[in-house]
């Protein structure tokens, strides 16, 4: 049997090996999943809400030795792995926990007394069945837990395949939601790379939430596309930070060197492109050679910067830094390299036609450029494929949210960075080749579900007046009730043109003239709702 060695990129140590999947075992996981689903589907919201909510004292309850394998197996210091995969799940989880069975309610949906008569109709949320999660490498845990909690909340059953780079926190994963009362086969993973993942598809789930690169998701499209399976993607990013000359330059500084280079950068939505103003360009440039010179390297408890995850993005960022020094770039330094770990550089005289500022780095590079006004601001935050998230700076928030309503992105947030994607209120996802579909929130939530409308009937008329027999007469009364409700003119008017029409429908209570001023308000109540 075929298996995969994980190993540190920390200190090198092995974390374990973990056997790979194959399509036969595959096949039996999701016929499990698809039978807890069915449980589970049926149990009520609140009743699911409750159970899930023991997640929260079984993180809090082993925090440390949870940031120590996160921060093992990813390279990312403990604080990023507490503040960055931890926190965000916790408060998930209690927003559902308040939220879900209110989002998840029926609503009912006003409906016509003429078109419709004694009916009422409305809109109920169900649980797709089987949701295949396929997560990254460099948030293993929150990218996993999180669509995953979303899709529980909503009743479905979910099979997780993890990145091949993050397998022990994988195993992490399944552990705790083992410790949980949920029905046996609810919560399953998988251990493989993109052919596991292509063979997960294969095998049939009701929805495939993906988290990766462009290309990964283009993958997982064309393979979803095959069966066909509803797919939502949340891809890269290249992500910009606007600072007006009015910001506050300390604040967007620091902001600025958080945004692009936790995690080492290798964050979907890190601070990729960098956009300040040209009258106070030099002032923020030294504010952010500064600071990147006293960030700190390494896994003491004062390291700001953890390890790199993978070689292949070390070859990405260092492809970028050449192509800009070859361009004519200026930086903070030379790119130095020790072992795993990767000093962090700004750049700056970049210009959009460098690989730095038009692919996704993902690493700890930081590239400066100058904007004269607000539509050049603009034009320059929106010259990408990308539209992930991004940020605005200045202290007049009126001209920073006429800004921000102009970016071309799924997400924004003014005077702060980053921390707006977790808001478990608000909607996370992408336009453009960021992705499309939501988590988090209530859109997040219901993206995990699929609409059923239905309408009922209380009706006693013999025959609805849609029904056959047609005639020309039915047609010029269908015309004139038409004009009635959608013409021009006055409701007196509309009523006297049209009267003929309105006379031959009386025999249907839905416009009894004996009681026509009731049902004009009705019609006139219905149109302001509808």
Request: charged share 20%; hydrophobic share 40%; net charge neutral.
């Amino acid at each position: 049997m075929t298996k995969i060695r994980a190993v540190s990129p920390v200190d090198g140590r092995a974390l374990g090996e973990f056997p790979v999947s194959d399509a036969v075992s595959i096949q039996q996981q999701m016929l499990a999943a698809r039978a807890a689903a069915n449980i589970w589907a049926k149990r009520p919201v609140a009743e699911r809400a409750k159970i899930l909510a023991k997640l929260v004292p079984l993180l809090m309850a082993q925090l440390d030795s949870i940031c120590e394998l996160i921060s093992q197996t990813t390279g990312k210091v403990h604080t990023e792995a507490l503040l960055g995969e931890i926190y965000p799940v916790l408060d998930l989880t209690r927003y559902y926990q308040k939220h879900a069975a209110n989002i998840l309610s029926y609503r009912g949906i006003p409906t016509s007394p003429f078109a419709f008569p004694g009916a009422t109709a409305g809109i109920e949320r169900r649980p797709f069945g089987v949701v295949a999660v396929i997560s990254p490498w460099n948030y293993p845990f929150q990218l996993s837990v999180g669509p995953m909690l979303t899709a529980l909340f909503a009743g479905n059953a979910v099979i997780l395949k993890p990145s091949e780079l993050s397998l022990p926190v994988g195993q992490l994963i399944i552990d705790l939601f083992k410790q949980m009362d949920l029905p046996e086969g609810l919560v399953q993973w998988l251990v493989g790379d993109g052919e596991t993942g292509a063979q997960l598809i294969d095998a049939g789930p009701d929805l495939v939430f993906f988290t990766g690169g462009l290309n990964g998701g283009k993958a997982v499209m064309q393979r979803a596309a095959q069966h066909p399976i509803p797919v939502l993607l949340e891809l890269g990013g290249k992500d910009p930070m606007l600072v007006f000359k009015d910001a506050q330059m300390q604040r967007a500084a620091d902001a600025a060197l958080y945004g692009a280079f936790c995690n080492s950068g290798q964050v979907c939505v890190s601070v990729e492109r960098l956009y300040v103003q040209q009258q106070c360009h030099d002032e923020f440039l030294s504010l952010l050679q500064q600071g990147v010179s006293q960030l700190r390297v390494g896994h003491d408890p004062q390291g700001d910067l953890g390890a790199m995850t993978t070689e292949r993005q070390f070859a990405t960022v260092e492809a970028h830094y050449q192509d800009a020094i070859a361009q004519g770039a200026q930086a903070s330094g030379p790119l130095e390299r020790q072992g795993n770990y990767l000093k962090p550089v700004v750049l700056w005289n970049v210009h959009h036609g460098m690989r730095v500022m038009r692919e996704e780095s993902f690493g700890p590079l930081l590239p400066v450029m100058t904007f004269s006004d607000e539509a050049e601001a603009i034009r320059l935050a929106n010259d990408s494929e990308f539209g992930l998230n991004a940020s605005v700076w200045s202290q007049d928030i009126a001209k920073a949210e006429r800004v921000a309503d102009q970016l071309q992105v799924g997400n924004w947030a003014i005077n702060d960075v980053i921390k707006n994607i977790g808001h478990p209120g608000l909607p996370f996802g992408g336009v453009k080749k960021s992705g499309f579909g939501r988590y988090h929130g209530a859109e997040g939530l219901r993206s995990f579900t699929f609409p059923v409308a239905g309408m009922t009937s209380r009706s006693h008329l013999p025959k609805e007046p849609n029904w056959f027999p047609y005639s020309e007469q039915r047609y010029q009364d269908f015309k004139g009730y038409m004009d009635f409700v959608y013409g021009e003119g006055s409701l007196i008017e509309r009523i006297k043109r049209n009267w003929p029409a309105l006379q031959a429908f009386r025999e249907y209570s839905a416009f009894d003239l004996t009681q026509r001023w009731q049902n004009l308000k009705l019609l006139l109540s219905w149109k302001r709702d509808y």
